[in-house]
Structures are given as C-alpha cells and as structure tokens.
C-alpha cells in the first residue's frame, strides 16, 4: 500500500494542445513519405524505414499517452502507459522551471545532462498543480534556479 500523496495530476499533451497535435501528426506523415521514397523505393531497403520510424515514434511516445504523476512524502512516482517510474527527492540536487514543467536536476546546479541524468515532471494543461508542486519540492530539494 502506497503512502497518501502529497499531490497527483495527470499530464497529456496530445489532447490537451490539438493544434500541435495536428501538426505534429502531418509532419510525422510527411516525415514517412519522405523516409519511405528515400529509404524503400531509392535505396531498396525497407528496414532502414521501419527502424527509423520506429525511433522517431518511440522518442515521441510520451506525447502521444498520457503521464500520471504523484508526489508523496519520499518519493515522486510517473506513471506511463506500462512504465512506472519512482525516485527519491534525495536523487536530486536542484530543480528549475521551464515553459512546460519543472526539471529535477541530480546536479547541485543546472546542467546539459539534466535531460538525461534528471527528470522532468510536466504540467496540466490548466496547471493548477503548478504552486503546490513548487511548494512540495522548495520543501523536499531547496536549492530552486
């Protein structure tokens, strides 16, 4: 049994910006046409399209399902659609917040590794978990940039 959260919200950008969607989905179409003349019909090698399609979508994938997030007392968990994530707030030695969410850094301060060392928790659309969050981690991490 997990312990009460602190707070819960639940974040999905394809239903929560359809313009950017519909964008994002016609450049994915035009994306595999393109790939496809370029990798099937001039290379005559289809594997190359299947897997790079294949990278492109799965590095999109957290657009496309939605993210659930809970703060409890020690930890913060992220739910996807078959992945749960959960980490201490003592992995992390600072956070910032940008135009879409709050990144947790394992640094002391803001890096270039944060994407990939750290974790970023994104916003509602209607970000109305947005001064709790902050409050909940200036608690549990202090140092804020």
Do not use: H
């Not at 301060?109 to 909940?136: C, H, M, N, V, W």
Request: include cysteine.
């Amino acid at each position: 049994m997990s312990p009460e959260p602190l707070l819960a919200w639940q974040s999905w950008p394809f239903m929560e910006r359809p313009r950017t969607s519909i964008v994002l989905v016609l450049f994915l179409i035009l994306l595999g046409v393109i790939v496809w003349q370029l990798a099937v019909v001039q290379w005559n090698a289809p594997a190359y399209y299947y897997l790079g399609m294949l990278l492109v979508l799965a590095s999109l994938l957290p657009y496309f399902i939605p993210t659930y997030y809970e703060l409890t007392d020690y930890n913060i968990e992220i739910r996807y659609l078959f992945v749960r994530i959960t980490r201490r707030y003592s992995e992390f030695g600072c956070f910032y917040q940008d135009k879409r969410g709050i990144m947790l850094s394992t640094f002391k301060t803001p890096r270039r590794l944060d994407s990939f060392r750290g974790q970023s928790l994104r916003f509602s659309k209607s970000q109305a978990e947005k001064e709790q969050l902050i409050a909940i981690l200036s608690r549990k991490i202090e140092q804020r940039y």
